[in-house]
Nanobody
């Protein structure tokens, strides 16, 4: 079983930055693809970014490309999401998720609120 705990959310002004962290329990972190998703009020949960087990080939949603950076530290069982140049439309609950290769995302954190004021 994998447990995920996000942290780092908060209130920030437009143009500011935040770094989200997601700490994973268990021994399988280094063999899992990690992703970040977000859900804005009244909208469905949407993909933000993912990174594979070795940290290569990160992939981003078009809406965050060039502003957000996903990274991971397998020694610390932690994945990060550095968010720069934040916009009000980035306001959402951000979720960390994990999956094994060629599988669906099966493990989710509880979410952390990010609010960007204009």
């Amino acid at each position: 079983q994998v447990q995920l705990v996000e942290s780092g959310g908060g209130l920030v002004q437009a143009g500011g930055s935040l770094r989200l962290s997601c700490a994973a329990s268990g021994r399988t972190f280094s063999s899992m693809t990690m992703g970040w998703f977000r859900q804005a009020p009244g909208k469905e949960r949407a993909f933000v970014a993912h990174i594979d087990m070795s940290g290569t080939g990160p992939y981003y949603a078009d809406s965050v490309k060039g502003r957000f950076t996903i990274s991971r530290d397998n020694a610390k069982n932690t994945v990060y999401l550095q968010m720069n140049s934040l916009k009000p439309e980035d306001t959402a609950v951000y979720y960390c998720a994990a999956r094994f290769p060629f599988k669906e995302y099966a493990y989710w954190g509880q979410g952390t609120q990010v609010t960007v004021s204009s």
